[in-house]
C-alpha cells in the first residue's frame, strides 16, 4: 500500500519557522518528483514547491521563494519542506505529492497523495 504521511504542522507565529516532513513507503519514489500543496479555507489547493527526482532541482511558486526550501532525504523516500519567514498567508493545510513527471507544478499530474498537515500562522 502506497502512503505518503506529512508531519511536523502546527501553530506558529508571523515570523517563525516550521519544517514539515513527508515519508513515502509502499514503493520506491526515488525516481519521482515530489511536491508541496497547500489549500486555505475556502481557496483552491494551489502548488508551492517540488523537487525533482534527482535533487538537482528545486521550484516555487513566487509567494515563496525566498522563504520555502524543500529537500529529500538520503534514500530519497523523505522530502522535508522548510518554512521561514512565516506569515498568516501561509496559513493551510499542507500536502505531499508524488509525480511521475520531472518537472510540472500540475495538481493533475501527482499520482500520490498524503492526508495532510495543519500549519497555521497567527499575526
Known amino acids: 500500500q502506497v502512503q505518503l504521511v506529512e508531519s511536523g504542522g502546527g501553530l506558529v507565529q508571523a515570523g517563525d519557522s516550521l519544517r514539515l516532513s513527508c515519508a513515502a513507503s509502499g514503493r520506491t519514489f526515488a525516481r519521482y518528483t515530489m511536491g508541496w500543496f497547500r489549500q486555505a479555507p475556502g481557496k483552491e489547493r494551489e502548488f508551492v514547491g517540488a523537487?525533482?527526482?534527482?535533487?538537482?532541482?528545486?521550484y516555487y511558486t513566487d509567494s515563496v521563494k525566498g522563504r520555502f526550501t524543500i529537500s529529500r532525504g538520503i534514500g530519497k523516500n523523505t522530502v522535508y519542506l522548510e518554512m521561514n519567514s512565516l506569515t498568516p498567508d501561509d496559513t493551510a493545510v499542507y500536502y505531499c505529492a508524488a509525480s511521475a513527471s520531472y518537472t510540472t507544478t500540475r495538481i493533475s499530474e501527482f499520482d500520490y497523495w498524503g492526508q495532510g498537515t495543519q500549519v497555521t500562522v497567527s499575526s
Open positions: 523537487i525533482t527526482w534527482t535533487g538537482a532541482t528545486d
